[in-house]
Every structure is written in structure tokens, then in C-alpha cells.
């Protein structure tokens, strides 16, 4: 079956400083990807999604770009701040337009402290 | 505003009570999910509907019940709980099944079982 397996937290970072957190799937065929955020006592929010090789998702400083030939989808922000500090998912979907089936990583929390 | 409300927020219920979460959403997608997230664990699917229709039920024990009596109200209707069953329950909705286009999720409801 699918997975996506991101990198073990916690991160923990100054503020300014650069952010990787890296995401690899396997799945059938081409899939969507997506970051997904969750901070303190909140619901996920989606952050930003790319649906072909080669497309780079961004929203709020954070980009991703989908690498079809290393299966990856790693996220990065140049300068982190306090409020960045939260739960990030990576995500997959694949299978047929309307069938799909998504599914989640195990999450990265992250600590950006100033 | 994500544009899914749960309510309620916060419940604590008793092993033998009866209670409903209740998921609403008026951004006119046709897909709504239950999910469960633990500590330490992968968020899990439960129920998946579409257009009204369940059509998808992964494994979930009786004493969770969902019910979705049109296409923006979504419920989970629990009975006879376990102390394991205390997660925080989230609502999603995508356009369509699947969610190709990503997940709006709502802020969850954090069920504790005493």
C-alpha cells in the first residue's frame, strides 16, 4: 500500500533560521502531495499541495517542490519564526479521480524559539 | 473561520454514557471524513461519505455510529466507550471524494473517557 514517512521530531530551531523537514512517499501512479500544519489544540490546516512532477507548492514562506525521480516532497522555509511552531504532515493521494485514497505521515513538531 | 465547525470543543463522558459530535460545513464539498488522532499514532480514517453515501468504514468498533443527514452535517454518535477511545476527533471535507484538491479540516473535538 501507499506511505509517506517524514523525517522524526522534534525540530527545534532559533528564529531566522532555515527549515527542511523531509517527506518521501511511495504510492501507485502519480499522486497529489500536500503539507498540512497543525498548531496547538487546532485541526490540520492545509498549507500548500502540488499535483505533478516537477510543480512547487508555496503559501506563507514554505515551499515544496514534487521530485518524482527521488519520490520526495520536502518542505522549507528560508527564516522561521516563533509562530511557525506546530505539527507538519505531509500527505499523499492516489488512485482514481474520486477514489482516492490519502494518507498521512506521522507528523514533525516543531519548535522555533527565539 | 476554516469553514468546518465541530462541536463540541472539549467532552469528557463516562464509559456508559451516550453522546454525538457533530461536524458541519457549508463550502458545498461532497466528501466529509471522521478522523481519530492519538498521541504518538498516525491519524486513522474512519468513516469516509459521499454525497450523503457512507462509503467507507475502516474496521471501526459499533460503539462508534456516524450519520450524515445531508451533504454539509456529519455525525459521530458514540455509546459505551473505552478509556482508549480518548483522541481528538477530527472533521474533514474535500469537493470530492478523495481530495484531490486537499482537505478542509475542522479544529476537533478532544474526547476524554473516564
Known amino acids: 500500500g501507499d506511505s509517506v514517512t517524514q523525517m522524526e521530531g522534534p525540530v527545534t530551531l532559533s528564529e531566522e533560521a532555515f527549515l527542511t523537514i523531509n517527506c518521501t512517499y511511495t504510492a501507485t501512479g502519480y499522486p497529489s502531495l500536500f503539507w498540512y500544519v497543525q498548531y496547538p489544540g487546532e485541526g490540520l490546516q492545509l498549507l500548500l499541495k502540488a499535483t505533478k512532477a516537477d510543480d512547487k507548492g508555496s503559501n506563507k514562506g514554505f515551499e515544496a517542490t514534487y521530485r518524482k525521480e527521488t519520490t520526495s516532497f520536502h518542505l522549507e522555509k528560508g527564516s522561521v519564526q516563533v509562530s511557525d511552531s506546530a505539527v507538519y504532515f505531509c500527505a499523499s493521494a492516489s488512485g482514481l479521480r474520486g477514489y482516492q485514497k490519502v494518507t498521512f505521515g506521522t507528523g514533525t513538531k516543531l519548535q522555533v524559539i527565539p | 473561520e476554516t469553514g468546518v465547525t465541530q462541536t463540541p470543543r472539549h467532552l469528557v463522558m463516562g464509559m456508559t454514557n451516550k453522546k454525538s459530535l457533530k461536524c458541519e460545513q457549508h463550502?458545498?464539498?461532497?466528501?466529509m471524513y471522521w478522523y481519530k488522532q492519538s498521541a504518538k499514532k498516525p491519524l486513522e480514517l474512519m468513516f469516509v461519505y459521499s454525497l450523503e453515501e457512507r462509503v467507507e468504514n475502516n474496521s471501526v468498533p459499533s460503539r462508534f455510529s456516524p450519520e450524515c443527514p445531508n451533504s454539509s452535517h456529519l455525525f459521530l454518535h458514540l455509546h459505551t466507550l473505552q478509556p482508549e477511545d480518548s483522541a481528538l476527533y477530527l472533521c474533514a471535507s474535500s469537493q470530492d471524494r478523495g481530495g484531490l484538491y486537499g482537505y478542509t479540516f475542522g479544529s476537533g473535538t478532544r474526547l476524554t473517557v473516564v
Open positions: 463550502l458545498g464539498h461532497n466528501a
